[in-house]
Each structure stands twice: as structure tokens, then as C-alpha cells.
């Protein structure tokens, strides 16, 4: 199993540009998370989903869109990409959206802004 | 969403034992305490989870306190492969958990 696959590794954009971070997983999970980590910070919740069809906002949503059409993937955007949302991004998953489905991270996504 | 806090940094000796302390005063009956922890320029992940009972894995040992308002993670013998920042949190063992909210969490130091 490949787990989570976040694609791609690096991406360098400009200011208004578009993107979409790619999140996949082989292993037939429900829940399906993305996080924005900055420079010394934690982990801080963007968007989740609990299954194919469903999808809501956690702490830092505005700047991005996410779907979850399949179970396996669960694509973030940037419409208008601003300096602000330089950061990290990860992917997280588990089987379940339940308290003993532990979560599985990504490799994360390193995003510049410029 | 209740909450967990912890130290901002703990320092350890290599081949010592670590005890990484976790509250979470507002935790309800059907929180899981999970633990996670992230290497310099990698992605979290998972070490142990555990409702009620003393957990142990080949990673680590989680006790839980007798009212569950704390927990501690334990490494029983740090390597220098320890020294990461680690997230203690809380997930509903009755589902709709969605909103998983992680704290700063704690840098663990491990001096040779």
C-alpha cells in the first residue's frame, strides 16, 4: 500500500494564479483531512471530509475549496493564490470518522507564494 | 471541541526515559487520547491511542490517568531519532469526530 500520496512535493506560484494539491489514498478510508502548517507552528485544520459527497470547513478555510467525489481522492484548491497561504500542506486520512481510527499523514505539500 | 494542552518543550538524555505530559480537563466519556509526533520536515505521524487503559506499542507506553482529565506519554529509552514535536489529541469514540484539532504541541530535545 502506497497510504497517502500527496502530489506534488514543491509548487512556486505567483499571486492570483490557481493550483490544485492533490491527496490520495489506497487504503479505502472514510475520513479525509487537509492542514496548513506555517514556520514554527502547529497544525492547523482547513477542510474535512467524512465521505464521498461530504465535505466541511475547519479553522482556516477561506482561499480554499476542496470535493470529495471519490473515496480515494480529496483534491484542495487554491482559486487565487495570495502570499499568505505560503506554507506546508498535509493530507491526513483514516479508516473511520471515529476516536479509534487512527490518522495517517501525507509527506506534505510545500507551497510558496510569491 | 475539547482541548488538550501541553509544554511547549521538554529537553531529555539520550537513553533516558521521556514522560511528555498531555491535559485535557474537558475530555468526555467517549474521547479517544490519540498521540502523534513529527520529525523534522516530515508529515505526523501516528504513535498511540487509548481510551481508558494503559497502552503500550512498540514505540511507546500512554498512561492514562485514573480521571482522564491527563495523560503522559512515555518513551522508555529516548534515541536522538526522538527528538520531534509531539501533538497530544482528542477524538470521539461516537463518531461525527470531523473537526481534529491540533495544539502546538511539544518539542522534545534529546541531548547525547
Known amino acids: 500500500n502506497a497510504g497517502v500520496t500527496q502530489t506534488p512535493k514543491f509548487q512556486v506560484l505567483k499571486t492570483g494564479q490557481s493550483m490544485t494539491l492533490q491527496c490520495a489514498q489506497d487504503m479505502n478510508h472514510e475520513y479525509m483531512s487537509w492542514y496548513r502548517q506555517d514556520p514554527g507552528m502547529g497544525l492547523r485544520l482547513i477542510h474535512y471530509s467524512v465521505g464521498a459527497g461530504i465535505t466541511d470547513q475547519g479553522e482556516v478555510p477561506n482561499g480554499y475549496n476542496v470535493s470529495r467525489s471519490t473515496t480515494e481522492d480529496f483534491p484542495l484548491r487554491l482559486l487565487s493564490a495570495a502570499p499568505s497561504q505560503t506554507s506546508v500542506y498535509f493530507c491526513?486520512?483514516?479508516?473511520?470518522?471515529?476516536?479509534?481510527?487512527?490518522?495517517?499523514f501525507g509527506n506534505g505539500t510545500r507551497l510558496t507564494v510569491t | 471541541d475539547a482541548k488538550t494542552t501541553q509544554p511547549n518543550s521538554m529537553e531529555s538524555n539520550e537513553e533516558e526515559p521521556v514522560h511528555l505530559p498531555c491535559n485535557h480537563s474537558t475530555i468526555s466519556g467517549t474521547d479517544y487520547i490519540h498521540w502523534y509526533r513529527q520529525l523534522p520536515s516530515q508529515g505526523p505521524e501516528y504513535v498511540i491511542h487509548?481510551?481508558?487503559s494503559n497502552v503500550n506499542n512498540r514505540m511507546a507506553s500512554l498512561a492514562i490517568a485514573e480521571d482522564r482529565k491527563s495523560s503522559t506519554l512515555i518513551l522508555h529509552r529516548a534515541t536522538l531519532r526522538d527528538a520531534a514535536v509531539y501533538y497530544c489529541?482528542?477524538?470521539?469514540?461516537?463518531?461525527?469526530?470531523?473537526?481534529?484539532?491540533f495544539g502546538q504541541g511539544t518539542t522534545l530535545q534529546v541531548k547525547p
Open positions: 487509548g481510551l481508558t
Open positions: 491526513a486520512s483514516s479508516y473511520q470518522d471515529r476516536g479509534n481510527s487512527p490518522l495517517h
Open positions: 489529541i482528542l477524538r470521539d469514540g461516537s463518531g461525527n469526530t470531523g473537526k481534529l484539532i
